[in-house]
């Protein structure tokens, strides 16, 4: 007597039942799997992207807001700091490079962020990986741009291409351009899997020069070149040590005010994403008790689908045992059936998850500044699978109980 078969023809007679059963376990599973994999993807790009700002320097505020605003392009910058910080740092023996990043306008909604030539020839956005062209050169002049990846695919910008920027940092409604300076692509960045794929450089100085020129109403044209040195602010300093030795101190001088009389914080990128991911952990295991109250319903399903038959099949059960069926045999028949549903819905549901996270990736990506691809497997997965079809077994235990205890004679009889 093949189980197999059996198992497969009852629940083909309750298919309706059978395919509700399996996709309550389905979105269940699909949305722990997605849960888990947007939680290992996010923080693992979170902080490879981390991991290449050693300390960022910028105004007294929010830590978290400056980390953000700087690494992954998320939020508004605190707000800015005089050029004098930039170039005390860049002096600091302690330190080897000191990259500047001023924000402060966009296109399209995405930001164009004053730099110097030293974050393409010198700056390491992941270990031992510098930024790379896939066609045209780095800016040389004022009011060139290089611009992401993903800027030129959803602009459609290329070298060679105009274009002309937006007040702030992020585009809405009535947002005035700059109407009267256009800027110049140079050259594409090869893509970086970074919210560096979604930024547009240009020199520091035309930015300052860009505001100066909106600011000034009255003086001709080559006064309006001229950018006095009480306009000449920056974002933020991304800075890199010759030394780890060096990370405490430069820190806690620049953070107690004793460094120059520079009022500015320090802020170690890796420990604020850290801190950030302790809080989205809090979040997660709210939404992955109630992914997991959704596969305990569906284990209840699969008793409830099950049961309920029983009384239907009590003559079946009672003609198999009469046939020479042992009572074993018929609990194997129905524990099998709760694990073929719990299986087929887990293994569906983790598939599921995959494909749900890969069909909103662009959407995940442009809110969270990171690229998530749904393509990450892990041994968690392989547990949540196996840990609900032991819970469909076990529920599949009590009917299976019932079928056991069949009184063939009174069955038949009647």
Known sequence: MNIINIVYKNIKQRSLSSLLTILSVLLGVGLVTAVIILKKESEEKFNQTAAGYEIIVGPKGSSLQLTLSTVYQIGMP?????????????????VRLAVPYVFGDNYRNFRITGTVPELFSEFEYKKGVRYNLENGSFFKNDFEAVIGKEVSEKTRLN???TFTGSHGIESYEGASEHSGNKFRVTGILSRTFTPSDRMIFVSMNSVWELHQREDEITGNEEQRHIVPDSSKTISAVLLKLKSPVFFDLLRRQINENKYEGINAQAVLPLFEIKQLFDIIGNINSVILVIAYLVIFTSAVSILVSIYNSMNERMREIAVMRSLGAGRFLIMKIIIFEGMFLSL??????SFSGHIAVFLFEEKISALSGIKISGAVFSMFEIYLIAGTVILGM???????????????????NS
């Open 344 to 349: 087929t819905g887990a293994i569906l549901g």
């Open 394 to 412: 076990l529920v599949s235990f009590i009917p299976a109980v019932k079928a056991y205890r069949t009184d063939v004679s009174k069955i038949l």
């Open 78 to 94: 605190v707000q800015n700091m005089p050029l004098k910080v930039y170039e005390l740092l860049k002096d600091d023996r302690r």
């Open 159 to 161: 070298a060679g291409d």
